[in-house]
């Protein structure tokens, strides 16, 4: 009778276990971000006034690449580093190192500044693609 009695609640509870499981939604990672593509920026107050351009970012495995274009000419980002929504690339222009210090605030918005030996300009940004 033990036996029997066991058996069956052995056999209920497996019952439930499988209808437990195959009724629950399945949990998946969060999305992680990926600022890939071109992004149209503007940098503004620089001693050369606005500038507009685009930046285009390229992921290959976990290494990144890039390069910003403008009127100005186009620049080769030379190490770039995204960490959650922030970013920093390090490029040259005219001889001088530049920094783009900066954060995604949403999937289609650029914001930070243009670190260099002449000061700190705002940039802004949106995705282009």
């Known amino acids: 009778m033990k036996a029997t009695t066991f058996s069956i609640s052995l056999g209920g509870l497996l019952i439930f276990l499988m209808a437990a499981c195959s009724s ?25 006034g606005t500038i507009t351009g ?5 992921k290959q495995g976990d290494q990144w690449s890039g390069k910003m274009s403008s009127s100005l000419g186009t620049m080769p980002i030379e190490s770039i580093e995204i960490t959650d929504r922030n ?15 900066g954060n995604f605030d949403a999937d289609a918005m650029l914001k930070g500044s243009i670190v260099s030996d002449y000061g700190s300009f705002p940039i802004s940004g949106t995705r282009s693609n």
């Open 54 to 58: 685009t930046l285009d970012l390229t």
């Open 24 to 48: 629950s939604k399945m949990a998946t990672a969060p999305k992680m971000f990926d600022p890939s593509g071109t992004w149209s920026y503007t940098v503004s107050n620089t001693p050369m």
């Open 87 to 101: 970013i920093l690339a390090r490029f040259t222009y005219d001889g001088s190192p530049m920094r783009l210090e």
